[in-house]
């Protein structure tokens, strides 16, 4: 808040701010007086009352029964709030008129000015709407004579302060109506907020502010209530687009919560990031990995049995089918392989993202999708695939020049774009007809999908630009069964068909010259050049040699009256419990009799071996 903004409100608002506990005694002494008759003057609230009246929606009733309730509330926001926090508060709460709320969205409307730029005579403007905004606000003539007045209360009148007419202020509502709109979304970018200097496109802004609007309307009774939408022009890395609400304006719950800004769980979209660094280590698309269940202990002692997004398992795929089909197993598996600690540090050193939480905290859960992150920042680390690995600032003022620093050679990035470029091999996902299936075949995307559906994402792009969806519930309430490719995928593809038909596709095809092809069964896979292709096919194979897929080492059972517990090998096999022979095949039933400690081998025909050691309780 600036410090004359601060000073003129509280000399004309509450003299007393800095010394009262809330409520001011001689005020509340008159209003009873008032009250009872005896004292015809209405008594003046102080800055905490109205901050009360603010929040509780009640400026309107004056009866004694909500003067009692907001004394209450101003009692205990002095309490547990700073002046300087309620101070703040109130600004940001006060109504402005024509849709401005707060004084850094009225300064953007009214003035085309951040708040810090405002002069005293635009400041008693907009003091001088404050008692009746729609009435006194600084596009209506009564204004000009008011804020004079105030220049006289104030004492102001050696200053000359200037007062922008009102002729001035409504061509300046024109001009800003749409920044203002988008206030609370931009102005953690730009401090002066000049329209000329922001990258913005306004026209593109409101065309997918209403396409979220639409789309969010329809999936109500999915119980979808907000959304988040970031558009990104490329190579730059200008912002174009910036919705953090349906309708910031809307008392509908979460709605005047920007969601471009909140963390949230990311779902599937970290995966590239896994795969990236571990091409890099030395995998490749055409590396084999074994999707089946696998056992994992936590730093905490609770095991983890990664599941597929439909409980089933594939046996030994490509990681390039992996990815396509956004399997979690084959994730966790490639996350092993590269290594927790090196992972932490390209997440925290080199794209310099900050978790809510210690990332010790996630683990192998990072592969499942555990990770928060803003829209906002995961729009701009995802920049890396289409600029060739190369992470700069996200730019909103088109005269500064975005910091940038390389983080991955482009041999390797190339390979990810081939993934996520490749329609056809995530047919098991998306199926043959998908809101993914754009016209224009020079586009790649991820999708994620975080536990019990409380958030949809799509992140997507072409060399030219990047479109990043998110969709759920402020209140982090769970959707029905919207996954990303149903509620943020049929977002981001209208977008992006309102895109691709636009100025910014220059149509700039993907860079594969660094990719080698590779000929496999009849099939085209990728790799590089120089790859020694049996090595690095097998390069997870050869890690996991496991004879016995289930029970796993450790596991606990309950002794019920139908407890089975299937005895699952990779191949077939003679099976023992406790050295007694108890079947031969690649799957058998054990029914165990009594609680204790048993102890299971198998032993397959070329001499593999495989022991585990289970526990059944009562």
């Keep these: 808040i600036p410090s004359d903004f601060a000073k003129f409100l ?21 209003a009873g007086l008032g009250y009872s008759g005896l004292y015809p003057s209405k008594a003046s609230s102080t800055i905490t009352q109205q901050l009360v009246k603010n929040l509780l929606g009640k400026e309107t009733e004056r009866n004694l029964k909500n003067k009692i309730i907001e004394a209450f509330y101003a009692i205990s926001l002095e309490i547990y709030q700073t002046k300087q926090d309620i101070l703040k508060m109130y600004v940001n709460s006060i109504y402005f008129g024509n849709q401005a709320q707060g004084l850094a969205e009225a300064s953007q409307l009214y003035f085309g000015l951040s708040p810090a730029m405002l002069t005293d005579g635009q400041i008693l403007q907009l003091l001088a709407a404050v008692s009746s905004p729609s009435e ?15 220049i006289q209360i104030l004492s102001l009148g050696s200053q000359k302060p200037k007062i922008t007419d009102a002729a001035e202020v409504n061509e300046n509502i024109i001009k800003n109506s749409h920044l203002s709109t988008a206030f609370f979304e931009i102005q953690g970018f730009a401090p002066s907020h000049k329209e000329e200097k922001l990258t913005l496109d306004k026209t593109l802004t409101e065309k997918i502010r209403k396409i979220l609007k639409r789309n969010v309307e329809d999936l109500e009774s999915k119980n979808v209530k907000n959304g988040a939408i970031i558009v990104i022009k490329l190579p730059e890395n ?3 687009a910036l919705v953090g609400s ?16 909140k963390p949230r769980p990311i779902g599937s979209t970290m995966k590239p990031f896994i795969y990236l660094k571990a091409f890099e280590k030395g ?7 074994n999707d089946r269940e696998y056992k994992y202990i936590t730093a905490i002692g609770f095991p983890l049995y990664p599941k597929n997004f439909d409980y089933k398992y594939r046996g030994e795929v490509s990681l390039h089918y992996a990815l396509s089909n956004s399997l979690n197993v084959p994730a966790v598996k490639v996350l092993e392989y590269l290594g927790l600690e090196d992972f932490y540090i390209f997440l925290e050193k080199d794209l310099e993202f900050k978790p809510i939480q210690n990332l010790e905290n996630y683990q192998l859960g990072i592969a499942l999708g555990a990770l928060e992150m803003s829209l906002l920042d995961l729009a701009k680390y995802f920049t890396i695939f289409p600029n060739n690995g190369v992470l700069k600032e996200l730019k909103i003022q088109s005269d500064r020049v975005p910091h940038s620093v390389k983080i991955a050679e482009p041999e390797y990035i190339q390979l990810l774009n081939k993934i996520l470029s490749d329609r056809q091999t995530g047919i098991e996902q998306f199926g043959l007809k998908s809101e993914l299936n754009l016209f224009q075949p020079n586009y790649a995307l991820k999708t994620g999908t975080s536990r019990d559906f409380r958030d949809s994402w799509v992140i997507g792009y072409t060399p030219d630009f990047l479109v990043g969806v998110w969709l759920g519930n402020a ?3 769970p959707m029905d069964e919207i996954s990303g490719q149903v509620g943020a995928g049929r977002i981001w593809a209208e977008i992006m068909d309102l895109l691709l038909n636009s100025e910014y596709n220059k149509k700039t095809p993907f860079d594969f010259d660094l990719i080698k092809e590779f000929n496999v069964n009849g099939e085209l896979e990728y790799g590089l050049v120089g790859d020694d292709y049996e090595i690095y096919q097998n390069l997870l194979k050869e890690e996991d040699k496991t004879l016995i897929l289930t029970p796993h080492d450790g596991d606990n059972f309950l002794l019920e009256e139908n407890t089975r517990i299937i005895l699952r090998a990779t191949e077939k096999a003679k099976w023992y419990v406790n050295e007694e022979l108890w079947g031969e095949d690649s799957n058998i039933i054990f029914v165990p009799q009594k609680i204790g400690q048993y102890q299971i081998k198998a032993e397959s025909a070329d001499g593999s071996r495989g022991t585990v050691t289970i526990y059944i309780d009562e």
């Design 10 to 30: 509280i000399k004309k608002e509450d003299q007393f701010f800095y010394l009262h506990f809330g409520l001011n005694p001689w005020s509340v002494i008159r």
């Design 136 to 150: 006194n606000n600084p596009a209506k003539e009564r204004n000009e004579k008011i804020a004079k007045t105030l």
């Design 238 to 240: 200008e912002v174009l």
């Design 246 to 261: 349906p309708h910031p304006k809307s008392l509908k719950e979460g709605h005047k919560i920007n969601m471009i800004m």
């Design 283 to 289: 995998l490749r698309p055409y590396t084999l990995v």
């Design 475 to 477: 209140d982090n309430s």
